[in-house]
């Protein structure tokens, strides 16, 4: 190894719209609900169930709804603004280091084999790839993996290559979450929800091998053991276990939630249904957190911010505030660069 290695570092975020038109909007879901580890079904049956069904008809329900997220952030895609963002300052905070930070979307621009073969002409030493997806689940960061691996495997050189599946329980991103939400006083409000993005049930249950209801079996909500360190529902409660923790929550203070399922063969307990009940019981004030998202997005400024607190209303509640999620904070900001630079490659010994 050459003295005072390079490190090129790929940060990937899930994807975006181009702009909130219905022809971009299209292409998005297109090739979102394209990938196979996103809807696991037979191939043919996914090719036309998304092109002929999906796509032409959800575009433009979905433009509404991204036109909507735009028009939060200056006529722009607010997943795109914090990652460039985030790239910028980690760049700031290394440049002393010999690290260079990239960033890609799995879906759309920039794109992954795109923003690879930039770094593969700048000869690094090792690359990096950081899915900016706390949690670990197939169709997040299981894709995003899968694609550098098949773009690194055609490259001639090869440099070393490092992974990282997931960062739930690293202390800057939970500390990072716990502050955000102190901002506002937690004990105001009636209860605490940590809502995670949503996972079929089947996809959770591919990480044990042979059978299905085996997440339920292994009883996830409670302890995260060596067998299922990569389940996604475990993750989630023992990310909530840690935030709760940092905030001085006790166990009834707090409830964790998953969002945005398509079917009721989802992980629950579903959000909104969660956030209807608490309206019903009496409950006035909520606070809600995302934390499998690092940036805000559409799932966390529209689902959370917009409909959740439409169905808290309209069911006897007065307000829900939406922690804002990582984003550019300064804690997470300081800390993913520690992070990133105990990776680097050192210089051989000279003793």
């Known amino acids: 190894m050459r003295p005072n290695p390079r490190m090129g570092v790929l940060l990937i975020q899930l994807g975006t719209p181009h702009d909130p038109s219905v022809p971009s909007v299209r292409r998005f879901l297109r090739e979102f609900l394209s990938d196979p580890r996103v809807l696991d079904i037979p191939g043919i049956v996914r090719f036309f169930l998304v092109n002929l069904i999906i796509a032409p008809f959800r575009a433009r ?24 963002a985030l790239t910028e300052q980690l760049n700031t905070q290394l440049s002393d280091d010999r690290i260079t930070v990239h960033m890609a979307m799995r879906y759309q621009g920039p794109s992954i084999p795109d923003v690879l073969e930039e770094m593969r002409v700048q000869n690094y030493d090792k690359i990096l790839v950081v899915p900016l997806f706390p949690q670990y689940a197939s169709s997040s960061s299981g894709t995003a993996m899968q694609l550098v691996m098949e773009v690194v495997a055609k490259w001639w050189a090869i440099p070393h290559l490092e992974l990282v599946s997931q960062f739930y329980n690293e202390p800057f991103y939970v500390n990072t ?11 105001s409000f009636d209860h ?6 949503g996972l079929p049930d089947r996809h959770v249950d591919k990480v044990y ?5 085996l997440c339920k079996d292994h009883n996830c909500e409670q302890r995260l ?13 023992e990310t909530s276990r840690a935030i709760a923790k940092e905030m ?6 707090y409830t964790v939630t998953f969002q945005s399922r398509l079917t009721n063969a989802w992980l629950t307990p579903f959000s909104d249904e969660v956030i209807e009940t ?12 995302s934390p499998s998202f690092v940036a805000d997005c559409l799932e966390t400024l529209i689902e959370v911010g917009d409909e959740y607190a439409e169905i808290f209303a309209e069911h006897g509640g007065e307000k829900v505030q939406l922690v804002a999620s990582c984003n550019t904070e300064e804690t997470w900001v300081h800390g993913l660069a520690g992070f990133i630079r105990a990776r680097h490659l050192r210089p051989p010994s000279t003793t």
């Open 209 to 213: 091998e042979g059978g299905t209801n």
């Open 177 to 187: 979450l716990a502050a955000q939400a102190l901002k506002h006083d937690p004990a």
């Open 278 to 289: 608490f309206a019903r019981e009496g409950k006035k004030r909520l606070l809600i957190l």
């Open 248 to 253: 001085g929550l006790s166990e009834d203070e």
């Open 225 to 237: 053991d060596t067998e299922n360190g990569l389940c996604y529902k475990a993750t989630a409660y």
């Open 61 to 84: 329900k979905s433009s509404v709804i991204y036109t909507d997220l735009w028009n939060m952030s200056d006529n722009r895609s607010p997943i795109l603004v914090h990652t460039r």
């Open 192 to 197: 605490v929800i940590m809502s995670y993005h």
